[in-house]
């Protein structure tokens, strides 16, 4: 598509519940970057998928979260048994080789 | 590891003024530089880039920023500015080695009043 797509835009769910959120990349990025936002605060990185190479975990917070990448296109990001820190902006990004990163418009998960 | 700091957190500024937001970034090895525009509840658009070559970059909509490497410094600057660029601003560091992920600052709220 033209651009990084993500899905759903708004998610509510209940503290313990598990959440899955979509990141749909530009077709053709090697690269796709799970990043969160939360209030007040700059970006934190979650997870790096690269082509075929195992992929960057280390910014997980917890092993309640995991991430994967079907077909190295679409990318699910998965957070098990949510708690009230875990509300924040979930967004995808992808980038071609030697290129600049394009974001989705992101995922508002709120947890209550 | 790198680390970017953006110590304004919020600027407040009138149509017309300059404008000059602040980005520190520290790092043992050679970086790339990004400035990213967030719009209300828009995702993150990419500014401008410093890759290599001249250490001053431009964007198409009158902003610009300047590497300058003895002071670890990459600030983004506008001449005059309009109520359109009330957004939030993000620097963000990449090493030139891997071009992977990339650090993000906190980020720099810019107001442009009337």
């Known amino acids: 598509g033209a651009g990084v797509s993500q899905s759903p835009s708004n998610k509510v769910t209940e503290k313990g519940k598990d959440v899955e959120l979509r990141c749909d990349p530009i077709?053709?990025?090697?690269?796709l970057y799970w990043y969160r936002q939360s209030l007040g605060q700059g970006l934190e990185f979650l997870i790096y998928f690269q082509g075929n190479s195992a992929p960057d975990k280390s910014g997980l917070p917890s092993d309640r979260f995991s991430a994967e990448r079907t077909g190295g296109s679409v990318s699910t990001l998965t957070i098990q048994r949510t708690q009230q820190e875990d509300s924040a902006v979930y967004l995808c990004a992808s980038r071609e080789t030697g290129g600049g990163y394009t974001f989705g418009s992101g995922t508002r998960l709120t947890v209550v | 590891a790198q680390s970017v700091t953006q110590l304004d957190s919020q600027v407040p500024v009138f149509e017309e003024a300059p404008v000059e937001l602040r980005c520190n970034y520290s790092?043992?090895?050679?970086?790339?530089l990004f400035w990213y525009v967030q719009y209300p509840n828009q995702g993150l658009q990419l500014l401008l880039k410093y890759l290599s070559g001249s250490t001053l970059v431009e964007s198409i909509n009158g902003f610009e920023a300047e590497f300058n490497k003895s002071q670890t410094s990459f600030h983004l600057r506008k001449p005059s500015v309009h109520i359109s660029d009330t957004a939030e601003y993000f620097c963000?560091?990449?090493?030139?080695?891997?071009?992977?992920?990339?650090?993000f600052g906190t980020g720099t709220q810019l107001k442009v009043e009337l």
């Open positions: 077709s053709g990025h090697t690269a």
């Open positions: 790092s043992s090895v050679s970086v790339y």
């Open positions: 963000a560091v990449g090493l030139t080695g891997g071009g992977n992920k990339l650090t």
